[in-house]
């Protein structure tokens, strides 16, 4: 009853509860439980749950204090016989399912006790080998200690006689050494083992230094002095001859400072040999550059100079900081000033080099060069801080990357007039029957993608410089100076703003450059500058920024600003080509009007041919336009702008102006009649602005032609029939140049002032029936 008990039921469990759990609780839980009971835990414990309110309660089943007397006499003192029944009952249970998950645990954990049970059985037969063999190893140390102390004691003698005897030989050799030391240095001497002189030398001075006073001592010292002498003899002759590299005499040196030779004197004599080397690579490097031998390219010059010149150097500076390290500040001050010289030299041949390569197109060559060339002088930089060849060498590159942006300015410059030139060519090219020219829209597409082909690639030739295995491309001024300021503002900035003033000087008065530009050709770059302002000019910009990641310290100019100047220009051109177009009408109509006699001109019968040529004219000039601009806003036409006869001038406006000519009893004045009725007439503006259309173009070129027109006629006299000349001549005009301008009114108070004023100008102001103006302006 008591083990029973001790497998009692979970805790918490009182008299009457059921030991068992729920019926539906899983058996790996109950397990759990098992195995915590069994390493004396509760389920509560293993939960992380306080195990119970008194741990020291005798009468709780999964405490440590449990006693199953005390329990059972409990029970029996408080539960009556069912209940007890009942707990008899549930113990029973319990003990059975314990026994049956015990059995279950053995089952499922055998083969794991019997490799357990097999490993500890070999565990403790190794541990009882190894106890064995460690006692034997104990013994044998012991007998092998007894053994060394035995032995010790008997040679104990032996070993100070020994170490006595090695004293002597040891103190015999040296003295042998010192003896022989004169015949070794004469013999090395004689082989040229000038080291091996030197270092027998060091090692046997300081001894005969000490016994000099003995006698014997003292003629071995007085020896080896003489051959010394005779040995730094020759190795100043052998450095004075110069015949041998820089390791050779620095050996040299090094040599005749160990035998003690003044320091000073040796720095001297090594810097003079050292620049006699260094003088002649240069005087190679220059003989390169000469007229009369071919030059060799500029990578080639570089790694002469840098395997040369430069490596010499390095040589030189690394050997004399090693020699005369103890010069002090003043040695390597005058290392300094001696590389400073030297490297001046150098840098002035290879500028004079890379001078011959400025007018060179391709950048990769002379990249390189200038990459090697860098690289090479990082060395002899380090070495010699205080002379300052890096940066000396990284402001040569820096120039000469200043030099090739400014060359690839003037390169995109030559082919924007070199485009232009081929625009002209083709313009002025005569036109074979059967076979057309290129037209405007092709020509104006040549010229943008040429230009737009130039500029990637100068971009894709100085993106060279900012190439990351280039080894100055990390500089602060290639990755912002050079960048910013070279690339974006003097290259692509600069040549925009080039082509906008070599555009605009295309609008210098007539006589100078725009005399003789072709009216197309301003029409051409108007629309190019335009279309540079709404795209081209954003799209380099962009393009120039993500290639060289420019920097926002430096200050840019805005694309807002360089757009507003190309559109200024473009507005100016196209203001230029209208005035230009304008003139060339008006001087045919200025011609046609002053060499004619308008007062004994016979009847008119049909259309002066000068006003055929004005519509045939404006109507090229209509579609040269209309290839390049859009058409453009056109106010409402009316519906008769066709049929408009010259009717209208017998109308009651303008009879105002010329009826009174008529009768010769006029009340009123005929002049102060046409001023009034200008007081009342839209003024007509004919140098507004020109806008970015067909509409606008051709109706600024109508006003100029048609206000020219206006002014000859107010200059002539004319007679009856010049005066209905002068009517069939405008209502010509009127019947084709309405379609042209932007409001038909503006040609219809334009060709009434003519009219006008030429009856105004007439003696005899008799104008002609409108029917038959009508019939032979349809007939001509």
Request: with cysteine; proline share 5%; glycine share 8%.
């Amino acid at each position: 009853m008591a083990a029973a008990a001790a497998a009692g039921p979970s805790p918490g469990s009182g008299p009457g509860d059921s030991p068992e759990g729920p019926e539906g609780e899983a058996p790996e839980r109950r397990r759990k439980a098992h195995g915590m009971l069994y390493y004396g835990l509760s389920e509560g414990e293993a939960a992380g749950r306080p195990a119970g309110p008194d741990p020291l309660d005798p009468t709780d089943l999964n405490g440590a204090h449990f006693d199953p007397e005390v329990y059972l006499d409990k029970l029996r003192r408080e539960c009556p016989l069912a209940q007890l029944m009942d707990s008899e009952t549930d113990m029973v249970r319990q003990i059975r399912a314990l026994d049956s998950d015990m059995q279950t645990l053995v089952y499922e954990n055998y083969n794991k006790f019997i490799s357990a049970t097999d490993t500890i059985r070999k565990m403790k037969n190794d541990f009882r080998k190894m106890e064995d063999e460690m006692d034997r190893l104990a013994t044998n140390m012991a007998v092998i200690t007894d053994f060394s102390a035995r032995i010790s004691a008997t040679l104990q003698d032996r070993h100070e006689r020994i170490t006595k005897l090695a004293g002597v030989h040891a103190l015999l050799r040296k003295l042998q050494f010192l003896f022989e030391l004169p015949s070794r240095l004469t013999k090395c001497v004689e082989l040229g083992a000038y080291g091996q002189a030197v270092r027998y030398q060091g090692r046997a001075q300081a001894v005969l230094q000490q016994y000099q006073h003995l006698p014997s001592f003292r003629a071995i010292q007085d020896d080896c002095q003489v051959i010394t002498a005779r040995l730094a003899q020759q190795l100043r002759q052998r450095f004075r001859e110069g015949g041998s590299g820089a390791p050779e005499q620095a050996e040299c040196v090094e040599l005749l400072l160990a035998l003690g030779e003044p320091a000073e004197e040796l720095c001297e004599e090594f810097l003079a040999h050292a620049r006699g080397r260094l003088e002649k690579e240069l005087r190679s490097l220059e003989a390169e550059l000469g007229p009369s031998p071919p030059a060799p390219d500029v990578l080639e010059f570089t790694d002469r100079g840098g395997s040369g010149f430069v490596g010499g150097l390095c040589q030189v500076a690394a050997a004399y900081q090693e020699l005369f390290a103890a010069q002090g500040p003043a040695g390597a001050e005058k290392l300094a000033a001696f590389a400073r010289e030297l490297g001046s030299r150098y840098f002035a041949l290879v500028e004079r080099r890379l001078a011959q390569e400025q007018g060179g197109g391709d950048n990769s060559l002379l990249v390189r060069a200038l990459d090697r060339f860098h690289r090479r002088l990082r060395a002899p930089g380090a070495l010699l801080a205080a002379a300052g060849l890096a940066d000396a060498a990284t402001e040569i590159v820096e120039r000469v990357a200043r030099e090739r942006l400014g060359h690839h300015l003037q390169g995109l410059r030559a082919a924007f007039l070199g485009c232009l030139t081929d625009v002209r060519q083709a313009l002025a090219a005569p036109r074979v029957a059967g076979k057309e020219g290129p037209g405007l829209a092709e020509l104006l597409a040549n010229v943008a993608s040429s230009i737009l082909s130039h500029i990637k690639a100068s971009l894709a030739a100085v993106h060279l410089f900012t190439a990351k295995e280039v080894s100055f491309s990390n500089k602060p001024y290639f990755r912002g100076e050079f960048c910013s300021q070279g690339v974006r503002e003097g290259l692509i900035v600069g040549f925009i703003r080039s082509m906008c003033q070599t555009a605009q000087s295309f609008c210098d008065s007539p006589g100078e450059k725009g005399g003789a530009t072709p009216p197309a050709l301003l029409l051409l770059l108007s629309r190019l500058c335009l279309d540079y302002e709404t795209a081209t000019i954003s799209y380099i910009l962009t393009l120039t920024d993500e290639q060289f990641l420019v920097q926002d310290q430096f200050p840019v100019t805005p694309v807002s600003t360089l757009c507003a100047e190309a559109r200024e220009t473009a507005r100016r051109l196209l203001t230029h080509y209208v005035k230009v177009q304008g003139l060339v009408i008006s001087q045919m109509l200025r011609k046609s009007v002053e060499t004619r006699d308008w007062l004994s001109t016979l009847e008119p019968r049909n259309v002066r041919a000068v006003m055929k040529r004005v519509v045939e004219d404006t109507t090229a000039i209509d579609v040269q336009v209309g290839l390049l601009y859009e058409e453009g806003v056109r106010k409402a036409q009316s519906s008769d702008s066709s049929k408009r006869t010259f009717s209208v001038y017998s109308s009651s406006r303008q009879q105002g102006r010329y009826a009174p000519s008529y009768t010769p009893s006029a009340p009123m004045d005929t002049n102060l009649l046409s001023n009034i009725q200008k007081l009342f007439s839209e003024r007509i503006d004919v140098f507004s602005p020109v806008e970015f259309n067909k509409v606008s173009v051709l109706t600024g070129i109508i006003k100029i032609s048609l206000k020219t027109l206006l002014e000859c006629v107010r200059l002539r006299t004319f007679g009856r029939f010049g005066l209905q000349q002068v009517q069939v001549d405008c209502h010509f005009l009127q019947l084709y140049l309405w379609r042209f301008v932007a409001d038909e009114e503006l040609v219809h108070l334009l060709l009434d002032e003519v009219v006008a004023s030429a009856a105004l100008r007439c003696p005899d102001p008799v104008p002609m029936e409108p029917s038959v103006v009508e019939v032979i302006c349809e007939r001509g």
